[in-house]
């Protein structure tokens, strides 16, 4: 597959060329990352496919250059073992732009692109060209197209709601009907009680919304009686 049966006799362009279209691969899905601002961009997803291109290159080369040891010593050659690592490598720097924020978490897009970029990188290092380019293609209509469908999706947005109010004052009947109002469902409640500072503080876990409605409900609870503080996120 795109390669020379012998590495000693093999020319230098093959293995550029497949370097060239990993780059240009990465160039594609990284230039899309980059514009929505993410922390693993352009030069990280080229970087990741061409690393990955080189050493399914190298892996091969190595069988090529050593695998005929293997019938006449105690030599055992695996041509897919540095594949493996890079598979395994890739969940690493995956896993490091990964966020969470409160109830959310993001870069999960993000570090699926770079497990792909790294598997569209190896296809390209074994010469299987068409088959990168079509991947290529398939996670550019993803990446692309998805985004703008998300707009027509209805989300069970999470919303964690914090009041804080005086102790005199038994507030939670009235959070309950203003939530029941808005069509929300409880998920999760914490209730803390402050003696000292005679404070009571309620946290909640909120769904069923399918949009931001953090600012209205704050202004709705703030007019409550006993309430001093109001947070969302």
Known sequence: ???????HD???????????????????????????????GLRTHVLVSV????????????FLKYGHLAASGVVRLDPGRIAAQVVTGIGFLGAGVIIKEGMS??????AASLWMMAGIGMTFGLGMITVGLFSTVLVS?????????????????????????????DNFPNLIEVFYD??????????????????????????????????????????L?????VCYK
């Open 225 to 229: 009686k006993g309430v001093r503080k």
């Open 182 to 223: 808005a069509k929300l469902n409880i998920t999760n409640i914490e209730q803390e009680m402050d003696f000292d500072g005679q404070r009571k503080t309620c946290n909640f876990v909120l769904t069923g919304q399918h949009k931001r409605i953090g600012a209205e409900l704050l202004k709705t609870i703030g007019n």
């Open 141 to 169: 209509v993803v990446l692309i197209l998805f985004k703008k469908m998300d707009s027509f999706v209805k989300k069970d947005r999470f919303l964690r709601l914090t009041v804080v109010s005086d102790s005199n004052y």
């Open 10 to 40: 093999s020319s230098f362009l093959p293995i550029v060329i497949k370097l060239i279209l990993a780059g240009v691969a990465g160039v594609i899905i990284g230039w899309e990352r980059e514009m929505h601002g993410r922390p693993a």
């Open 1 to 7: 597959m795109f390669f020379p049966a012998d590495i």
């Open 51 to 62: 690393g990955s291109c080189l050493m399914m290159v190298l892996s091969e080369a190595i």
């Open 105 to 110: 978490v993001r870069g999960l897009t993000t």
